[in-house]
């Protein structure tokens, strides 16, 4: 340490400086990922599932853009057959399908014959009534091409499948978007997968650029606020932007791209590489030395901080290390680089800080929190608190819990990708319109097929398809149902000339209506809905805009409807990126209680290794688990969904909020040599204010998160920063009133 | 009671009539008929090598030049439909060969309603309905004739096994040749001055 604050200083300077530099490089160039894949959890069986879906039935990456026009929808068709022309002609899009150019299944001389729906040219003199007429006798159209209303009309886009770049679906959702412009009165809403991975990354990037300023802002603002000094400002930030750039720039080395979680990466590493330079310097400008002096007393300054400073840092990661077990790959990489970036964070604070304050002259002694500051008298009051009325603070802290812990039980594991958009995000909007005009947002695909692996060409097996369809429809959650069925209805109705919609009676009948499509010349639209060899059919039910939770429990109803309806001679596999949304989030409270529990038990074996003391480690853990008992109750009463995001506050929180137990113990006990209620007044005096100091920087600096632009990350942003002054408070009053309580216990620690 | 029994014999008269004069015109081409030493010169499967419903043969038979369609569709009524299709739009009332066009379009739909019946009569397990029809273009002597075929499928398309001759009919050169040059056009996508060509080339 000597070395290092006198000749050490300018080769350590100069070795950091070139290495943030390098790492620089790689942070800057941190790439934001396009497709969400690290959102979903690796499951090899799904994948399969979903690749055997796409090898049957191709993509099923769809856009879906609703348009509105100022009067009746016939008077609109012209811009319609213009706007599908020109969304036709669009780099990227496959096949575009809308009423301007779909077809229709009529009865003609030979058989079924297809016409354009609509009839050419447009509009006619009695177009709408002819619309009307197309349009009732084909039902299937309506939530798809048109609404229900019949004054929106909508295209459904099919995108290329252009493995390995993403960068044209960006570029056909801009060139989608910039239409509104075009269309002369008329409302366009986009929505789709794409759409929303798209719209995600952008945001992604937004919070980067907006965030990351934003909370060295706040920074810098309370940290001159506390030590009006620029070394308090700038030492600190010193330490932030050194710990931001190593962890950003291993980030990008290791090859991994930003995401909805990962972006959090950053402000996160910024507000916990704080604390540690906060309580060196707090604990310098206390002790106060005289210049040539100077060198020792730092050295003296940072030795007894260096373990609680090494154990706070430590079970900082270990909180984040936990995280490492859950099934999402976005959530592990999170955990893992925030926990790197902590540590680097101590490592750079506990040499930068003390070789930096080593150029400075002696420090003026701040307000003394046992002299007349508000702050200061603020700590005495809570110390007289907590020592006069260790049974009252406990007492209070307990009720709190218990009327928290009845919050808990109200929370919902629930995660709503269209609503972790903010309302007034087009996403948001139009997915939300589309939903209620067109209907199915949400798709869940399914693959059925006979367990006997033959054709499904049997009128048994299309009833059976019709009874599972019909049922599914049943369901408030579902907007629609897309099967074959509708193009054998339509089909047996126009090739035997019948007035309605039905399937054949007779065997023979269904086989002939198979026999026709085999031959139809649109194959490829047939393929979406059939495989070639006719022994498996895809159904694809459309959800409303639901979230998890909903969707969880219609799959389980639709589970059930199908062991009514088709019976275990059928296979029904549901597949989608959807399906695999729900799924993970079913999965996530069990992973969430793993990452907890294993939070849990790390935290409190590197209290245990600090403090050697069982008794010490038990009392340890009560002001650490009431703060989230309350976050808790605060997110279950005030509705706040579980989700991927915030389903990693608990396991992020209680490493942090360790943090100022670890201080305060340790200050603790090197004052035990007092009177328990002497030593808890002492500690919390002494060290109070660099906790108060460090735990209002860990606040602010998280709720800057509050101005993201992802729902979940701005709950835990703003569920963190409440966890953490609860945590505060814990520090502050209840765990000095277990002390108190339990002083005869604890064994006194070293003068 | 009289006018029925009148109209019956007149039916059995004019089916007799009809019948022997297929077989008068059977003998007359019997020549033009016999595959024997047909040489392919083009093939191709229709509508498309991905979806066949049939294959198109040209053929040159001893004397004469041949437009071979083999069918063998699950959907037969269909694909007669779209044949006749093509030839309303080919022969217009208003060019040489409409009334022969006319002629071959109601003598297809027998001939499939024919096939249909056998296929009831003796359903086979692949479901599929087999006719063949062949344009046979000899200078002044040009016909068409329609056969209830055994096709199997070879290594370079179907092969005729058999055949039972339903219908013959005696047509225009003019007719049968445009027809050859048509379906030349149609089946192996050539234009229509590359199709006349290798007709021309071919035909006696």
Known sequence: ?751 | MRAVLLALAATFVLAVSALAEQASLARRYAPLLDSAADCIVRRAWVPSAEQPQGEVRLIARDGALVMQTALSSKVLRRVAAAISEKEERSWPEERDGFVDSQRYRETLSKAVEAVQQDSRAHPRPDRRQRLLIEFVAAGRSSLYAIYLPELSEGAEGLEITGRKLLFIEAASPLYVRGNLVEIAMDSFHLERAEAEQLISALAP
């Open chain 1, 1 to 751: 340490m000597y070395w290092l604050l006198t000749r050490g200083r300018f080769p350590y300077l100069a070795s950091l400086l070139m290495v943030t530099g390098a790492m620089a490089y790689f942070a800057i160039g941190v790439s934001t990922e396009r497709s969400n894949a690290s959102m979903t959890a690796e499951d090899a069986t799904m994948a399969a599932d979903y690749a055997e879906f796409r090898e049957h039935f191709g993509n099923d990456d769809v856009l879906l853009l609703a348009v509105t026009f100022p009067g009746p929808l016939e008077n609109g068709l012209h811009l319609l057959a213009e706007l599908t022309g020109k969304v036709e002609g669009m780099e990227g899009v496959a096949r575009v399908m809308s009423l301007s150019n779909a077809l229709q299944l009529v009865h003609g001389p030979a058989g079924a014959e297809s016409r354009p729906l609509l009839p050419h040219p447009l509009p006619g003199a009695d177009s709408g009534r002819r619309l009307a007429a197309a349009l009732d006798a084909n039902p299937d159209l309506t939530g798809l091409l048109v609404s229900a209303d019949r004054r929106t009309a909508g295209l459904v886009i099919e995108i290329e499948d252009l493995p390995g770049d993403d960068l044209y679906r960006h570029e056909l959702i801009g060139s989608l978007r910039q239409l509104a412009a075009e269309t002369g009165g008329a409302e366009l809403h986009l929505t789709g997968v794409s759409v929303q991975k798209n719209d995600v990354a952008h945001f992604v990037q937004r919070d980067q650029r907006v965030l990351i300023p934003l909370v060295l802002l706040a920074m810098a603002l309370l940290l001159t606020l506390f030590y009006h000094r620029w070394s308090g400002v700038l030492l600190p930030l010193a330490v932030i932007a050194v710990s931001l750039t190593w962890t950003l720039g291993l980030f990008a080395l290791t090859g991994h791209s930003l995401n909805t979680i990962t972006s959090l990466l950053g402000p996160v590493v910024m507000v916990l590489s704080v604390s540690t330079s906060v309580h060196l310097y707090s604990g310098w400008q206390q002790q106060g030395s005289s210049l040539g002096l100077g060198l020792s007393a730092l050295v003296e300054e940072v030795r007894p901080l260096f373990l609680p400073c090494l154990y706070t840092a430590l079970t900082t990661a270990l909180g984040l290390i936990s995280l490492t077990v859950s099934d999402i790959p976005a959530v592990r990489q999170f955990g893992l680089f925030a926990a790197a970036g902590v540590m680097i964070a101590f490592a750079v604070s506990i040499t930068l800080v003390p070789v930096g304050l080593s150029f400075l002259p002696a420090p003026v002694p701040p307000p003394s929190a046992t002299g007349e500051s508000r702050l200061g008298r603020l700590l005495q009051g809570t110390a007289r608190l907590t020592v006069e009325r260790p049974v009252t603070v406990l007492a209070v802290a307990l009720a709190l819990s218990l009327l928290a812990a009845g919050g808990l039980g109200r929370i919902r594991n629930n995660t709503d990708l269209v609503r972790f958009l903010k309302s007034d995000t087009p996403l948001h909007r139009d997915t939300l319109f589309i939903d209620q005009h067109l209907g199915g947002v949400n798709p869940v695909d399914f693959t059925l097929s006979r367990r006997d692996g033959r054709p499904l060409t049997t009128l048994e097996d299309q009833r059976r398809l019709a009874a599972f369809v019909a049922a599914a429809e049943s369901h408030p959650e579902v907007a629609r149902a897309f099967s074959i069925i509708p193009l054998l209805t339509s089909l047996h109705r126009a090739e035997f000339g019948l007035e309605n919609l039905t399937l054949p009676e007779s065997e023979q009948n269904l086989l002939y209506l198979f026999d026709l499509l085999e031959a139809a010349p649109e194959q490829e639209l047939l393929r979406k809905l059939l495989s070639r060899d006719l022994t498996r059919t895809r159904i694809s039910i459309g959800l409303h805009a639901v979230g998890t939770a909903e969707a969880a429990r219609l799959l389980e109803a639709l589970g059930r409807d199908a062991a009514r309806t088709l019976g275990e001679g059928y296979q029904l596999v549901p597949t989608g990126g959807f399906y695999q949304v729900t799924r993970d989030s079913n999965r996530l409270v069990a992973s969430l209680g793993k990452s907890f529990a294993l939070s849990l038990a790390l935290v409190l074996g590197a209290i245990g290794l600090l403090f050697r003391s069982l008794k010490l480690t038990l009392v340890a853990l009560v002001p650490n688990l009431i703060p989230l008992i309350w976050s808790g109750g605060v997110m279950g009463y005030a509705g706040i969904d579980l989700s991927t995001g915030t389903a990693m506050i608990a396991a992020v929180v209680i490493g942090l909020a360790v943090d100022d137990t670890i201080h305060y113990l340790a200050r603790y006990r090197r004052e035990r040599h007092r009177a328990p209620a002497e030593a808890v007044h002492a500690t919390t005096t002494g060290t109070g204010r660099a906790l108060v100091i460090s735990s209002v920087v860990l606040v602010l600096g998280f709720w800057t998160g509050c101005f993201g632009s992802f729902k979940p990350t701005v709950y835990f942003s703003l569920l963190t920063g409440l966890t953490m002054i609860g945590a505060l408070i814990n520090d502050l009053l209840v765990l000095p009133a277990c002390l108190i309580l339990t002083g005869r216990w604890l064994p006194k620690g070293a003068a």
